[in-house]
């Protein structure tokens, strides 16, 4: 059965139209500068950073400066921010909007990582009203014409939903976007994501864009996810390791060509992903990777944990793996690159469906007594006072 091709739509988040609906997903270090200037050579969308510790901006560590630092091809500039505190986050968005640094700001209340949630951050947050309220409110007040957008679950477990009362009040402190991972911090990756929710948030919020995220692992989830849901545009997070080109495959499905026969003529078949072509790609980001870093040693073992995700399901053996997984030059990744079967065909099924390690659900780690109200009291005020820490996730 073929899947029918979606309408095409822009999304537009405040000032800024994008020529198709979709968006990287900030992913720990993974959404750096490199793999970022990589998808955008593929395919059209909004590309966002590794989230940023608020705290670690306003107090311009080095290593957080070097990451809000765009290359100048990357156009819009969009970087995503994670605090607890509503003066510091909003002292970060200042930093952000006085120096030129963003053209898109958004924040990040979907972390589900214990070290986060245990400290009343991330996915946990949110099931504070008047804290959320506070930080949104206070953040977009000082974004001013800058867009700034916030990225949620549908909260701490099935008995802990907060993304309707969230969604609501992050419209009403005045965002540009809202966007949804259809999963609560409970299920961290696990199972199906809920897309049922997404169409709940959709009825909800009204005004802005709503953001699909959850579960898209080609071009046809999207298109499948927006015309179930009616959001507005997809949110792509683990569906592109390995696979930057999928951010080609969305934009022609969902914008770009003026008509659905154009779409169709122009779209790529993933068949076509020749090994060649993926070991290409693969090469051009290790390539990224060592520009960004600025040291070749580094970027080629940066490049490292990528490996498996380029190469599931095509004839590249353990061996040759192995030695891309230790290889510290280009010029040792271009030896062993040129000993793979180029010519080897897309594999299919093989190649498909989940990336990343998906876990298993457990019982969110949380402040003492967090859950007794949604009201922020002393004990929960000394657990977010510690909870500003390096993590990334949601």
């Given at each position: 059965?073929?899947?029918?091709?979606?309408?095409?739509?822009?999304?537009?988040?405040?000032?800024?139209?994008?020529?198709?609906?979709?968006?990287?997903?900030?992913?720990?270090?993974?959404?750096?500068?490199?793999?970022?200037?990589?998808?955008?050579?593929?395919?059209?969308?909004?590309?966002?950073?590794?989230?940023?510790?608020?705290?670690?901006?306003?107090?311009?560590?080095?290593?957080?400066?070097?990451?809000?630092?765009?290359?100048?091809?990357?156009?819009?500039?969009?970087?995503?921010?994670y605090g607890v505190d509503p003066a510091t986050v909003e002292g970060?968005?200042?930093?952000?909007?006085?120096?030129?640094?963003?053209?898109?700001?958004?924040?990040?209340?979907?972390?589900?990582?214990?070290?986060?949630?245990?400290?009343?951050?991330?996915?946990?947050?949110?099931?504070?009203?008047?804290?959320?309220?506070?930080?949104?409110?206070?953040?977009?007040?000082?974004?001013?014409?800058?867009?700034?957008?916030?990225?949620?679950?549908?909260?701490?477990?099935?008995?802990?939903?907060?993304?309707?009362?969230?969604?609501?009040?992050?419209?009403?402190?005045?965002?540009?976007?809202?966007?949804?991972?259809?999963?609560?911090?409970?299920?961290?990756?696990?199972?199906?994501?809920?897309?049922?929710?997404?169409?709940?948030?959709?009825?909800?919020?009204?005004?802005?864009?709503?953001?699909?995220?959850?579960?898209?692992?080609?071009?046809?989830?999207?298109?499948?996810?927006?015309?179930?849901?009616?959001?507005?545009?997809?949110?792509?997070?683990?569906?592109?390791?390995?696979?930057?080109?999928?951010?080609?495959?969305?934009?022609?499905?969902?914008?770009?060509?003026?008509?659905?026969?154009?779409?169709?003529?122009?779209?790529?078949?993933?068949?076509?992903?020749?090994?060649?072509?993926?070991?290409?790609?693969?090469?051009?980001?290790?390539?990224l990777l060592v520009e960004f870093f600025e040291d070749e040693d580094?970027?080629?073992?940066?490049?490292?944990?990528?490996?498996?995700?380029?190469?599931?399901?095509?004839?590249?053996?353990?061996?040759?793996?192995?030695?891309?997984?230790?290889?510290?030059?280009?010029?040792?990744?271009?030896?062993?690159?040129?000993?793979?079967?180029?010519?080897?065909?897309?594999?299919?099924?093989?190649?498909?469906?989940?990336?990343?390690?998906?876990?298993?659900?457990?019982?969110?780690?949380?402040?003492?007594?967090?859950?007794?109200?949604?009201?922020?009291?002393?004990?929960?005020?000394?657990?977010?006072?510690?909870?500003?820490?390096?993590?990334?996730?949601?």
């Amino acid at each position: 059965m073929t899947t029918a091709l979606a309408p095409e739509r822009t999304l537009r988040i405040g000032p800024i139209a994008l020529d198709a609906p979709v968006v990287l997903a900030p992913m720990a270090g993974i959404t750096n500068t490199a793999f970022r200037r990589l998808c955008r050579e593929y395919g059209a969308g909004l590309y966002v950073s590794e989230m940023i510790t608020s705290r670690a901006l306003v107090e311009r560590n080095a290593t957080t400066m070097r990451l809000i630092t765009h290359h100048e091809s990357e156009t819009p500039r969009s970087i995503q921010l994670y605090g607890v505190d509503p003066a510091t986050v909003e002292g970060a968005v200042r930093v952000l909007v006085a120096e030129d640094r963003a053209d898109h700001i958004d924040l990040n209340f979907g972390c589900p990582v214990p070290k986060v949630t245990r400290k009343g951050g991330g996915a946990a947050l949110p099931w504070k009203l008047e804290l959320f309220r506070d930080i949104v409110t206070r953040a977009a007040r000082a974004a001013g014409d800058i867009p700034l957008t916030v990225k949620m679950r549908k909260g701490i477990d099935s008995d802990h939903l907060t993304y309707l009362d969230a969604g609501r009040i992050a419209e009403d402190a005045g965002v540009a976007a809202v966007a949804l991972h259809a999963r609560t911090a409970a299920e961290f990756y696990s199972g199906e994501a809920d897309w049922s929710a997404i169409a709940k948030l959709k009825e909800v919020v009204t005004s802005v864009p709503v953001l699909g995220n959850g579960d898209i692992w080609s071009a046809e989830d999207a298109v499948r996810m927006m015309a179930e849901t009616g959001c507005d545009g997809v949110v792509v997070g683990r569906g592109c390791l390995g696979r930057p080109w999928l951010f080609g495959d969305l934009a022609r499905e969902l914008g770009g060509a003026r008509s659905s026969s154009e779409r169709s003529e122009t779209k790529r078949a993933d068949v076509d992903a020749t090994l060649g072509f993926v070991a290409a790609a693969f090469r051009r980001h290790a390539e990224l990777l060592v520009e960004f870093f600025e040291d070749e040693d580094r970027g080629c073992r940066d490049i490292r944990k990528h490996v498996a995700w380029y190469f599931k399901g095509y004839p590249v053996g353990g061996e040759t793996r192995a030695r891309l997984a230790t290889a510290s030059s280009l010029a040792e990744i271009d030896d062993l690159l040129a000993t793979l079967e180029l010519d080897a065909p897309y594999p299919g099924a093989a190649a498909e469906g989940q990336r990343g390690r998906a876990g298993t659900p457990k019982r969110p780690a949380l402040p003492e007594g967090w859950l007794d109200s949604r009201e922020l009291g002393a004990e929960a005020s000394c657990a977010l006072a510690e909870a500003e820490l390096h993590h990334s996730g949601g």
